[in-house]
């Protein structure tokens, strides 16, 4: 074998028992209590649990946005997740009027493949159907290994969002060809008459942002979409869902039998709407808004119950600089934030806190996203699978400061936040790329990653 991983605690989305984890060629070969096999390396893991690596599936590297570009490279940005336990990311690859569906993935490929240090695998976002013509190619997209496509029911003036039409056809058009689509969804014209309301009456600070996007703006999108999903009877997966009411829609449409996922983040799970009164709250200013207190715990509750079946990052990270752009005005902050790093670490804290159990930390960041999104060979520590694969110590705090992380932001909005229990190790098919703080990875051996459509 070339590694063997020896008396961990395997923790997979349904079991937690001790074994060993033999691992050749990159995919698991054996698992179980004391092998009989030698190893080229042998790692010793008592007292350590064994997961399977992460899956983000909601990130934008290298992302035109906000007047500029987000601050992590394809290279930073897979670096920064192999560093916190993530093995695979999924990047939104952005349609532009006239660019075909396959055309925008291979051209974000191409910058990828280069660069990744884990695998990475795309959703494309459509912001344009050429007169009803891409449709005839999403089924080109699921061969491509792309079945998944997003939807922005917002950013009309970035070029970006989608009518309720475009929406309802592609929904449509998915369901015909075995693609999930994902939805941003928020009310771009509640927002923007309370933007204009705020901003003339002298209300420039990052409160604002939340104010012009409080819960209501986030819920109504969510109803509508759901709405469609419900009337078309097609699959929906709506992003970075943040607020109670929508969360009650989501639970409302799968108790009724509807194909309704559901995408939280962290930064929803643990900040309430209090940061954007901080001196700092324009680097929480990301879209949609961090809520109240009352959403939060409405998420965690919906998470546990399983009616929010993934947990991802919506990493977008902008520097100082840029979000200074809006001291005086929010809406010239740039929306987003880093977090492709703190991820599973934050999730599995909270399992070590009690919060959930390890399993769900799995099942959620792991397991749940590579049964939606099709990653056959990934989510869980089993025999044939992927050797994507974190050492974990329960016992290792970490507080999370700037100078700890990978990603290329000069900010971040977990500085000072502390964790009970850190990832040691990280492996990306059976290659060791994270080793106790360091990242021990390479540019140009993360792998496209071809998924399976729903049919
Ligand atoms: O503020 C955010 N989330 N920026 C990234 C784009 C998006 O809406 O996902
Ligand atoms: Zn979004
Ligand atoms: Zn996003
Ligand atoms: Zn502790």
Known sequence: MDLVIKNGTIVTAAETYVADVAIKDGKIAMLGKNL???????????GKLVLPGAIDVHTHLAMPFGGTVSADSYLAGTRAAACGGTTTVFDYAIQRKGQGIVETVEARRAMAEPEACVDIAFHCAITDLAGGSLLEEFEAAVSYGVPSFKCFMVYKKEGMMVDDGTLAQILLKSKETGVLTNVHAENPDLIDIRIAEYLSRGKTSPWYHYMSRPEFVEAEADHRAIHWAKALNAPLYIVHLANREGAEAVTKARDQGYEVYAETCPQYLHFTKEVYKREDGRNFVCSPPIKGEESREALWAALRR????????????????????GKDDFTKIPNGCAGIENMYPYMLSAANEGKITFNKAVEVCSANPAKIFGCTEKGTVSPGADADIVIYDPEKDFTISRDKMHSDCDHTIWEGVTLHGYPVQTYSRGKLVYDNGNFTGEPGWGKFVKRAGRK
């Not at 399983?306 to 902008?318: E, K, L, M, N, R």
């Open 36 to 46: 009989d096999v030698t190893g080229e390396k042998v790692v010793d893991a008592s």
């Open 306 to 325: 399983g009616d929010i079946q993934t947990v991802a990052t919506d990493h977008c990270p902008f520097q100082s600089y840029e979000k200074d752009w």
